[in-house]
T-cell receptor
Framework: DAKTTQPTSMDCAEGRAANLPCNHS???????VYWYRQIHSQGPQYIIH???NNETNEMASLIITEDRKSSTLILPHATLRDTAVYYC???????????????FGKGITLSVRP | DSGVTQTPKHLITATGQRVTLRCSPR?????VYWYQQSLDQGLQFLIQ???????AKGNILERFSAQQFPDLHSELNLSSLELGDSALYFC?????????????FGPGTRLTVL
């Protein structure tokens, strides 16, 4: 799986949009971009994933650049409960069991301030 | 609540001992994954099972073993425990084995080896 690079940390004000960047310059054509988050020591939580089109769900939006070398996770109205470590993961979608695992990096710590 | 349950929540034991961690996947999910999260190594994939069969192995020590039972619950056995095995152990499940889709994580078992 391609490697991802994320800033170590960022913060934003409550109620504002949080834009979390991720670089994945070695991404292959069949690799998806996934975002998970981990609040304190809870189990990681799936947020969103995409291949090349922008995606939106009830939690967030995912913007993938046209060359697919980077992406941005957008939390439109951050709340204090969104304070967490956010992981950007690139993963192949395939039939091979070996590619089912998630490879977590260090992630970015988002701190939402009141 | 992800629908994945793990027991026990906390486990304190001594070096050299053996413990068993249990995971019940979401109803209908055939794939189960085990991950270890330690302070120095981050979140690391250990092993994946699909419908009772081992599908993928990660950085799992030989002292560790796992299995998935006919009712799809899984157990992770850790033996000859060392201080360095102290970590959070997460189980995740997913509905497909095709390398895609989201994984749902349980709340984890915190293992402390004294």
């Amino acid at each position: 799986d391609a490697k991802t690079t994320q800033p170590t940390s960022m913060d934003c004000a409550e109620g504002r949009a949080a834009n979390l960047p991720c670089n994945h310059s070695t991404i292959s054509g069949n690799e998806y971009v996934y975002w998970y988050r981990q609040i304190h020591s809870q189990g990681p939580q799936y947020i969103i994933h995409g291949l090349k089109n922008n995606e939106t769900n009830e939690m967030a939006s995912l913007i993938i650049t046209e060359d697919r070398k980077s992406s941005t996770l957008i939390l439109p109205h951050a709340t204090l409960r969104d304070t967490a470590v956010y992981y950007c993961i690139v993963r192949v979608e395939s039939f091979a069991g070996a590619n089912s695992k998630l490879t977590f990096g260090k992630g970015i710590t988002l701190s939402v301030r009141p | 609540d992800s629908g994945v349950t793990q027991t026990p929540k906390h486990l304190i034991t001594a070096t050299g001992q053996r413990v068993t961690l249990r995971c019940s996947p979401r109803s209908g999910d055939l794939s189960v994954y085990w991950y270890q999260q330690s302070l120095d190594q981050g979140l690391q994939f250990l092993i994946q099972y699909y419908n009772g069969e081992e599908r993928a192995k990660g950085n799992i020590l030989e002292r560790f073993s796992a299995q998935q039972f006919p009712d799809l619950h899984s157990e992770l056995n850790l033996s000859s425990l060392e201080l360095g095995d102290s970590a959070l152990y997460f189980c995740a499940s997913s509905a497909v084995v095709l390398g895609g889709g989201e994984q749902f994580f349980g709340p984890g078992t915190r293992l402390t080896v004294l």
